[in-house]
């Protein structure tokens, strides 16, 4: 599986900024897909994710400002990121956790990041 992301920049504080994953490849066996982050300095963590049949887990520092969706016809996976602060600042991962049953391993695939810069 190969993830493709796109949509990352700078942005002021309180503005917005869309991140889109494109995934190709064994995509019929991908369970879910999501984003996390890694801030300098601080262990990558969960941003949202969307399983296969549309159940969604948010990380607390997503809630009430993202949204996570997916378009299955494209096998593309968007972050909607609203009211940002410049905690938000981090480089942004795109992942796809596969169906064990269906595949052998890796189960996990990465994008190569895209960086999200927030300023005050």
């Known amino acids: 599986v190969q993830l493709v992301e796109s949509g990352g920049g700078t942005v002021q504080a309180g503005g917005s900024l869309r991140l889109s994953c494109a995934a190709s490849?064994?995509?019929?066996?991908?369970?879910?897909m999501g984003w996390f982050r890694e801030a300098p300095g601080k262990e990558r963590e969960l941003v949202a994710r969307?399983?296969?049949?549309?159940?969604?887990d948010y990380g607390d520092s997503a809630k009430g400002r993202f949204t996570i969706s997916r378009d299955n016809a494209k096998d593309t996976v968007y972050l909607q990121m609203n009211s940002l602060e410049p905690e938000d600042t981090a480089v942004y991962y795109c992942?796809?956790?596969?169906?064990?049953?269906?595949?052998?391993?890796?189960?996990?695939?990465w994008g190569q990041g895209t960086q999200v810069t927030v300023s005050s």
């Open positions: 490849g064994k995509t019929f066996s991908i369970k879910s």
């Open positions: 969307i399983s296969s049949v549309g159940i969604i």
């Open positions: 992942n796809a956790d596969m169906d064990p049953k269906e595949v052998v391993p890796p189960y996990r695939y």
